[in-house]
């Protein structure tokens, strides 16, 4: 017994440096991303970290079973290199059974992050999905970039050269009015909102027209404010309505079978039912790693007898690669029907769980 809390007080830390680090380089990777999207465009600082804490659950969702192989890694590693794990087989205890009570431990993670990945997870994804919509109803600059036409508007097709940001200015602007098709140029703009419109002010300007009987009119201005209004009520349902990762097992299960119902007269499925397969067994599949990785981190450390960082994540490095592949590749496979749902997201699982049992065999031979 004092010899299995042994071996479980050597994962503590190494597990708590590798969910540091990894989540550190999964952080940087997002932050990143988000450059583009928040970062530097005027948005208050206190909104950007509240925005990085929301990224926070899926980015733990990964890290967090990959950790427990890092602390595996390094945690036997260590016993190895120091020849404790010499000293325990020469008194006639097999080395492998020192990992009964990680095991144990990964079990409960597992079951932890089946929990997490059903609440917390889908809790602050629809949080971040609605804090992004408000920055878009409050600053609609932020979602327009330059040469790339706009179609957000209702009734209007936008363009523009250049865009500022943070003052929310745009210049050498295009505005097309769909009903109308008359075309509106101007040197620069920027947007009014309030809670039911959006104002574009747009100054030094021209406006180009047919009018009847095929005529050509063209007018100059200095000031001109075309008035957008905004559907608050779609707005509602957009903040409302939860997507595929915004939703528990169970609620998933519902849209599935709801999905299920439809399809029944043409026995095709569609691709939103796929999408939502995968999701569903991504919920599961994950967390379940935790357990594997633990099955994996131990012979596989036993063998290499060394110990130090090196190990704790050279080691784990190649199967942290292979699975993130399988499993990105594995989720726009499943999401398109290419492969079923349920292969695409246990493959990695499966195949890691084959390779565990090997070591495992290979190592209990040696011992």
Same mark, same amino acid.
């Given at each position: 017994?004092?010899?299995?809390?042994?071996?479980?007080?050597?994962?503590?830390?190494?597990?708590?440096?590798?969910?540091?680090?990894?989540?550190?380089?999964?952080?940087?990777?997002?932050?990143?991303?988000?450059?583009?999207?928040?970062?530097?465009?005027?948005?208050?600082?206190?909104?950007?970290?509240?925005? $990085?804490?929301?990224?926070?659950?899926?980015?733990?969702?990964?890290?967090?079973?990959?950790?427990?192989?890092?602390?595996?890694?390094?945690?036997?590693?260590?016993?190895?290199?120091?020849?404790?794990?010499?000293?325990?087989?020469?008194?006639?205890?097999?080395?492998?059974?020192?990992?009964?009570?990680?095991?144990?431990?990964?079990?409960?993670?597992?079951?932890?992050?089946?929990?997490?990945?059903?609440?917390?997870?889908?809790?602050?994804?629809?949080?971040?999905?609605?804090?992004?919509?408000?920055?878009?109803?409050?600053?609609?600059?932020?979602?327009?970039?330059?040469?790339?036409?706009?179609?957000?508007?209702?009734?209007?097709?936008?363009?523009?050269?250049?865009?500022?940001?943070?003052?929310?200015?745009?210049?050498?602007?295009?505005?097309?009015?769909?009903?109308?098709?008359?075309?509106?140029?101007?040197?620069?703009?920027?947007?009014?909102?309030?809670?039911?419109?959006?104002?574009?002010?747009?100054?030094?300007?021209?406006?180009?027209?047919?009018?009847?009987?095929?005529?050509?009119?063209?007018?100059?201005?200095?000031?001109?404010?075309?008035?957008?209004?905004?559907?608050?009520?779609?707005?509602?349902?957009?903040?409302?309505?939860?997507?595929?990762?915004?939703?528990?097992?169970?609620?998933?299960?519902?849209?599935?079978?709801?999905?299920?119902?439809?399809?029944?007269?043409?026995?095709?499925?569609?691709?939103?039912?796929?999408?939502? $397969?995968?999701?569903?067994?991504?919920?599961?599949?994950?967390?379940?790693?935790?357990?594997?990785?633990?099955?994996?981190?131990?012979?596989?450390?036993?063998?290499?007898?060394?110990?130090?960082?090196?190990?704790?994540?050279?080691?784990?490095?190649?199967?942290?690669?292979?699975?993130?592949?399988?499993?990105?590749?594995?989720?726009?496979?499943?999401?398109?029907?290419?492969?079923?749902?349920?292969?695409?997201?246990?493959?990695?699982?499966?195949?890691?769980?084959?390779?565990?049992?090997?070591?495992?065999?290979?190592?209990?031979?040696?011992?």
């Amino acid at each position: 017994m004092i010899l299995n809390l042994y071996v479980v007080k050597e994962h503590i830390a190494p597990f708590f440096i590798g969910l540091l680090a990894l989540t550190s380089i999964l952080l940087m990777n997002q932050i990143f991303l988000l450059i583009w999207d928040v970062i530097g465009k005027g948005v208050p600082f206190l909104t950007v970290l509240y925005i $990085l804490l929301l990224y926070m659950p899926s980015i733990f969702a990964l890290t967090i079973p990959m950790s427990v192989m890092v602390a595996s890694c390094m945690a036997f590693g260590r016993l190895s290199s120091d020849f404790e794990i010499t000293a325990i087989r020469s008194s006639g205890i097999n080395p492998l059974k020192l990992n009964t009570f990680p095991l144990i431990m990964g079990i409960g993670l597992a079951l932890f992050m089946i929990w997490f990945n059903n609440h917390t997870l889908p809790e602050s994804n629809h949080k971040l999905k609605n804090i992004m919509l408000e920055l878009a109803q409050k600053k609609p600059s932020l979602q327009i970039k330059p040469f790339v036409t706009f179609t957000d508007f209702e009734g209007y097709y936008l363009n523009v050269g250049a865009v500022n940001y943070k003052s929310g200015q745009i210049e050498r602007v295009r505005l097309l009015e769909k009903s109308t098709e008359r075309e509106i140029f101007a040197q620069n703009g920027k947007f009014i909102t309030d809670s039911n419109k959006v104002i574009l002010v747009l100054n030094n300007g021209e406006i180009h027209e047919l009018i009847k009987d095929k005529r050509y009119r063209k007018i100059s201005f200095k000031e001109q404010r075309i008035y957008i209004p905004m559907d608050n009520e779609e707005i509602r349902i957009q903040k409302d309505f939860r997507g595929e990762r915004e939703l528990s097992a169970k609620a998933l299960k519902k849209d599935i079978n709801r999905e299920l119902q439809k399809s029944k007269p043409t026995k095709i499925k569609s691709g939103k039912i796929y999408s939502m $397969l995968v999701e569903y067994h991504k919920k599961y599949s994950i967390p379940a790693a935790s357990f594997i990785f633990i099955l994996l981190g131990c012979p596989l450390a036993i063998r290499v007898k060394k110990r130090g960082i090196g190990v704790g994540f050279g080691l784990p490095l190649l199967f942290f690669i292979f699975y993130y592949v399988c499993l990105v590749g594995g989720e726009s496979l499943g999401d398109r029907g290419v492969v079923q749902p349920w292969i695409a997201m246990w493959f990695a699982n499966a195949a890691l769980l084959i390779i565990a049992i090997f070591a495992t065999f290979r190592a209990n031979k040696l011992s």
